[in-house]
């Protein structure tokens, strides 16, 4: 069992990989690499999309790199091998985001990626902290989680989800901010599951044990 988190220069990787690697201890779920080489990635049973920064560098960067792009679509979306994407890796995964321009994403989502914008003009932006997720609908991914507990956020943009069934939980910032989302073998988290403590180790290992 491998579980690849792709790396296409985006981010500083190291944490990600530390919790994935404990939780797949914890839960015989085999090894985990961080890795840049699309054969890796074409022959992993995971596959993991993290993301820091702005949505059109990061598309950028993954389509530019030779065959890693086609590896993960044709693990993901021809293979089915079970998908997570983190913070921008789940943002990437929309139909289109509008950061700075108009870019085309996966289209695994029918949403788009706009600016978090807040009724109350005291919450400042980017939303960075900790927040309570509000579990919209029930997913293996979400075992033993429940609505009120913690995770950490930090990012100015969120995907405005157009069926309210690829949603799976959200939380409030002034309005409702997309926090989780999910369609078949693929899931895409906000927040980022390393630095949320024992619920977002909670999610990795159900992550790592989850069969579409």
Not at 97 to 105: A, D, I, M, Q, S
Not at 142 to 154: E, I, K, R, S
């Amino acid at each position: 069992m491998l579980t690849a988190i792709i790396d296409y220069g985006s981010g500083n990787l190291h944490s990600a990989e530390k919790a994935f690697q404990r939780m797949a201890l914890d839960v015989g779920a085999g090894d985990v690499v961080v890795t840049d080489d699309a054969d890796v990635v074409a022959r992993a049973d995971r596959v993991v999309l993290p993301g820091d920064g702005a949505f059109p560098a990061c598309q950028r960067e993954l389509t530019g790199h030779s065959g890693l792009y086609q590896a993960m679509v044709e693990a993901v979306d021809t293979l089915g091998r079970p998908f997570l994407g983190i913070c921008v890796g789940m943002q990437l995964m929309a139909r289109l985001g509008h950061e700075y321009e108009e870019v085309p994403g996966l289209g695994w989502i029918d949403g788009e990626v706009t600016r978090i914008t807040p009724a109350d003009l005291a919450l400042k932006v980017p939303h960075m902290g900790w927040n309570d997720l509000v579990i919209d609908t029930p997913h293996p991914a979400l075992a033993g989680v429940q609505t009120g507990d913690h995770a950490y956020f930090v990012h100015s943009y969120h995907m405005a989800v157009q069926d309210p069934a690829q949603r799976l939980a959200h939380v409030d910032y002034g309005s409702e901010v997309t926090a989780i989302v999910g369609v078949d073998n693929k899931l895409g988290f906000q927040f980022h599951p390393e630095k949320s403590s024992d619920v977002g180790l909670r999610m990795i290992a159900n992550f790592m044990t989850w069969t579409p």
